[in-house]
């Protein structure tokens, strides 16, 4: 079982910065990826950033440039960084690790991006 905990949302006006950390806990030996997910209000949760193991990222295209994912200390801890924020960054943002077959999520962080 692997634990994530998110840290960091908040309130922040358009054009400002937030950055996210999710800490994992429990048997991280086994993680392969981390990754965002974000979940809109009356959205479906999607995809924002990922990286992997061997340390390759990736970004949805609505973030790309604007976000950056890293993993210092890959499998213990995952970091956003969220710069040049606009209103429709609004969302609950989770945390998701990738062991094997098994997907773990936090429980998920608030980011309201509003003036």
């Known amino acids: 079982q692997v634990q994530l905990v998110e840290s960091g949302g908040g309130l922040v006006q358009p054009g400002g910065s937030l950055r996210l950390s999710c800490a994992a806990s429990g048997s991280i030996f086994s993680i392969n990826a981390m990754g965002w997910y974000r979940q809109a209000p009356g959205k479906q949760r999607e995809w924002v950033a990922g990286?992997?193991?061997?340390?390759?990222?990736d970004y949805a295209d609505s973030v790309k440039g604007r976000f950056t994912i890293s993993g210092d200390n890959f499998k213990s801890a995952v970091s956003l960084q969220m710069n040049s924020l606009k209103p429709e960054d609004t969302a609950v943002y989770y945390c998701?690790?990738?062991?094997?077959?098994?997907?773990?999520w936090g429980q998920g962080t608030p980011v309201t991006v509003s003036s």
């Open positions: 990286v992997t193991s061997g340390g390759s990222t």
């Open positions: 998701l690790a990738t062991a094997g077959p098994s997907h773990y």
